[in-house]
Each structure stands twice: as C-alpha cells, then as structure tokens.
C-alpha cells in the first residue's frame, strides 16, 4: 500500500474520463458547474480549487485541482503553481483538524501510465491514513462512494477551513 493513487486502482475513473470521442473533463465541469454541494468541491481559491474524490481511497480523500485544463507541472505558471502548494499545506492542516489521522500520502501522477486517472488535469492527492487503513482501503478503492459521510465531511471540512483560514 505504499503508493494510494496507483493505476490499478482508477480503472473506473479512466473509463469516464477518456471514452472515445468526448473530451470532457470532470475537473473542468465542476469549476464551470454553480452547484458545488451535488459535485462535493468543497472550496473554491483564486486558481485551484479542493474537491472531495468521488473515488476515495480513503475517508476525506481531497484532491487540490488546478483551475487550468493542463496535464503536466511545467504548463502550471508560477502562480497557480505556488497557490496549490499553499493549499496542499492548508488544507493537510484542515484534515489533520478535523479527522485526526495519524499520517497522509500526499501526492500526484503525471500521465496515464503513471496511474493518472483523469491525465490531462493536473490534481494533487491527499490521503489521511490511519492505523490499520490498509486492511479496508482496497475494498472502498475501487468502489464509488457517495454517502452521508461524505456529506458530513465536506462540511466539517468547510467548517474546519473557515476556523483555521478565514
Ligand atoms: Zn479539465
């Protein structure tokens, strides 16, 4: 389990995100989108923005995705660049407030065969593990999980940032 965001794990992603003849981009649907609840992007910065994985590999896994459609770190310009990093760093804090974990894989895939799931938008992982995690994660990583708790966390999460960063 030393690498969460492996390609083994984002077949389900892969299949929606590059289907034959459609180019759309999840990442780019829910910045465009107004409803950020249904999407469960939980906050919006000036050139990133931090959204729950409908694919977690484990509770409050929180991707930081970047508000450009670009697929490596280089197209990224200085600035977005340095705000993901500031929101990778703020937003560890948030988990780490408000569920406790006692360690993160924090970490990204550039390109389909590196395990990217959605490779041409570039997005950051951070996934607060707990003692004991590995036993269940294969179980929820390839599973769609939209429930409650995700709900719940996003806000807690919204709650927690407010608290820390506002
Ligand atoms: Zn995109």
């Known amino acids: 389990m030393e690498r969460l965001w492996s390609p083994w794990r984002s077949t389900y992603i892969q299949s929606f995100a590059s289907s034959d003849g459609d180019d759309r981009c999840v990442f780019c649907e829910a910045l465009e989108d107004t409803d950020d609840d249904q999407r ?38 200085d600035t977005i660049y340095s705000e993901m990093m500031l929101m990778i760093r703020r937003w560890s804090h948030v988990i780490q407030q408000a569920m406790h974990p006692h360690g993160f894989n924090i970490g990204l895939n550039i390109g389909r065969t590196a395990g990217a799931g959605i490779d041409m938008h570039i997005h950051w992982h951070i996934v607060p593990r707990w003692r004991g995690d590995v036993n269940f994660m294969p179980v929820i990583g390839d599973t769609k999980v939209i429930s409650e708790d995700m709900r719940e966390t996003m806000i807690k999460f919204r709650e927690t940032y407010e608290k820390l960063y506002s």
Do not use: M
Request: some cysteine; charged content about 15%; proline content about 5%.
């Open 40 to 77: 469960f992007l939980v906050k919006r910065h000036d050139q990133c923005y931090a959204i729950l994985n409908l694919y977690p590999y484990n509770s409050g896994h929180l991707l930081i995705v970047s508000n450009r459609h670009v697929p490596t770190l280089h197209e990224l310009d």
